[in-house]
């Protein structure tokens, strides 16, 4: 069951479309997405690099820069530490190669996901200590490390900590007191002091502002290898850590797509190339479900650090290698979420768990790096808040997947008495726990949810309601301003009630996607057009026949009757043979 809501958002939409020289549907779709003064649409729809904020505004960036420096000149060594996802790698890959860019002494260490577990470790520590490592620079982690950070410190190490995730804190009375670790620096856009502009920005993206300011203060002359060298990085883990496009966000993706049809990175190269893909033609879905899977693949199933190997490959033939492996380990990967994904079905539908506000799903018997991804999939499936629990070599991990009405962090703070160790923003997070509070934790989430019956029910947001036949090329062509897309910048959505299906067949090597032929009146003629769909087939076909008799799906298919539904669809722009031809997409139906 889903809800749909067409968008009521007002504004002066013709003269929108007058001074900006667009339609009065893409103005309509621009305010859609909360963007209201001439300033925002300008940004969103010319913003460049130039727009993007100031990195000093960033609360400890002069400190933190200042200290770099010194070490710098110095010649302290400098280590780098980062995480085991995308947006830890792509950091870490910023962060090492801006430093060395810069004539700092660094290398970086990279957690390994069982043995080390999230962000700093006392091991870490140790081994910094061991190899005379003299400041640390963490970078998508160190937030919640509060005694790591004491204990680098009480060995003379200096810290900066560069984060972007939530700040720990604790409720005195009424007031939230947070938890910042004794670092020499601290930056991470969710302190509440921090007065950066935009807060939604990721660790890569954090990494990036850093190197920027180190730049400038160096008067760093080379300006353009700083955008063609680490933009795509930055780009990659905005997209790959599922950040809002908006602001400034939107304007470094776009951006920094462009930089994969000229990189002279090795590795990124390689990984195109594997996957089939032609570097001129990179989108937001090819860094977010393609190339972002393979660098996540080591460090679910391997050791990360071979994904920032790849990225710091010297040559194209060992970045070839190396990028080969990491697709064979992403192939592997992928089979085992599904198995993982149907295990966890099979547990919420004999448990009932589906009754639960909040479900915990508890599998022992799979590996513990894919439970973040498996909770992904049953979140959509379900649309509940959910958390895959594994057993890992210290006791129970994982990880969890919200909804829009549930915040995820500020729940677990609730019960952080049942924690070893967590952390993580809205909409996702992750944890660590003993055996035996498996089941409290279940319990206590759930007595302390306040999620009422409506917060389970998704919402489909419409756009314009349109009919088909309004849709154009050159509207196709326009909607394409809005790229990239992503969270908070959806791919447009129309929808028309009542279209005519008067016929269909199955396509896909599986053939489980459909492609219906309906009927479209142009100049006041019924037009045969196509309309595809990627989702249930079969769950459409019995919706089909639940609405208009059994049988129906069958006789429509084979063009012997003509049914109706309503259709929320995307426009698109099909490419075959060189040829364009406009190309309608249904997400939804009922």
């Not at 957690?111 to 520590?125: F, S, V």
């Not at 190490?157 to 009375?173: A, F, K, L, N, R």
């Not at 996702?428 to 989430?445: D, H, I, M, T, Y």
Request: charged share 25%; aromatic share 8%; glycine share 8%.
């Amino acid at each position: 069951m889903e809800k749909w809501m067409v968008a009521a958002k007002k504004a002066d939409f013709d003269r929108w479309a007058q001074e900006y020289k667009i339609s009065p549907v893409l103005a309509r779709i621009i305010r859609n997405r909360d963007i209201v003064e001439d300033e925002q649409i300008n940004l969103f729809l010319n913003g460049g690099l130039k727009d993007c904020h100031s990195p000093w505004l960033l609360q400890d960036m002069d400190r933190a820069i200042d200290i770099l420096c010194s070490a710098m000149e110095k010649g302290i060594y400098i280590r780098v530490i980062g995480d085991y996802d995308v947006d830890g790698i792509c950091s870490a890959y910023i962060l090492t190669k801006g430093l060395s860019e810069c004539g700092a002494r660094v290398d970086t260490a990279i957690p390994h996901r069982i043995k080390d577990g999230y962000g700093l470790n006392d091991a870490l520590i140790e081994e910094a200590r061991e190899d005379g490592v003299g400041l640390i620079l963490t970078c998508d982690n160190g937030i919640a490390a509060a005694e790591q950070v004491a204990l680098a410190k009480s060995y003379g190490i200096q810290v900066v900590v560069t984060d972007h995730h939530e700040v720990p804190y604790q409720i005195t009375g009424e007031e939230r007191v947070e938890i910042l670790p004794a670092a020499d620096a601290v930056v991470d856009p969710k302190r509440a002091d921090c007065s950066y502009p935009f807060k939604s920005i990721c660790g890569g993206m954090v990494a990036y502002k850093l190197i920027q300011a180190l730049t400038e203060k160096l008067s760093y002359e080379k300006k353009d290898w700083l955008e063609k060298y680490l933009l795509p990085f930055a780009a990659m883990a905005t997209v790959c850590d599922v950040m809002e496009l908006k602001d400034e966000n939107r304007i470094i993706v776009r951006e920094g797509l462009k930089c994969f049809a000229t990189t002279e990175n090795y590795g990124l190269q390689a990984l195109m190339e594997v996957n089939c893909l032609e570097k001129e033609a990179i989108t937001g879905y090819h860094m977010g479900f393609v190339m972002g899977p393979c660098l996540n693949a080591t460090g679910r199933l391997d050791s990360a650090v071979r994904a920032l190997e790849l990225l710091q490959s010297s040559s194209k033939q060992t970045a070839m290698k190396a990028a080969r492996e990491l697709k064979e380990l992403n192939d592997s990967r992928k089979n085992l979420t599904l198995d993982g994904v149907k295990l966890a079905r099979e547990q919420i539908e004999e448990q009932r768990l589906y009754e639960q506000d909040i479900m915990v799903v508890y599998l022992p018997q799979v590996h513990e790096s894919l439970a973040g991804i498996i909770a992904g999939r049953i979140r959509e499936q379900y649309y509940h808040p959910v958390f895959v629990l594994t057993d890992g070599d210290e006791g129970v991990k994982g990880s969890g997947r919200s909804i829009d009405s549930y915040h995820m962090y500020d729940s677990m703070v609730e019960v952080k008495e049942l924690f070893t160790k967590f952390g993580g923003h809205k909409l996702a997070a992750g944890l660590s726990l003993p055996p035996e509070n498996v089941a409290k934790f279940r319990a206590l989430l759930n007595e302390k949810s306040k999620l009422k019956a409506e917060d389970f029910v998704p919402v489909v947001h419409i756009d314009v309601p349109m009919p088909l036949s309004y849709a154009s090329m050159s509207l196709a062509k326009e909607i394409e301003k809005l790229e990239p897309y992503g969270v908070g910048n959806p791919k447009p959505l129309f929808a028309q009630k009542d279209v005519i299906f008067a016929g269909g067949r199955r396509i896909g090597a599986n053939k489980n996607f459909g492609k219906f032929t309906v009927l479209v009146e142009r100049d006041g003629y019924p037009r045969r057009e196509d309309l595809m769909y990627f989702g249930d087939l079969e769950a459409f076909l019995s919706t089909v026949d639940e609405k208009h008799g059994p049988g129906s799906a069958d006789a429509m298919m084979n063009g012997r009757k003509q049914i109706t539904m309503s259709v929320v669809y995307q426009l698109g722009i099909n490419v075959f043979r060189g040829q364009e031809s406009l190309q309608y997409i249904m997400t939804n139906y009922s």
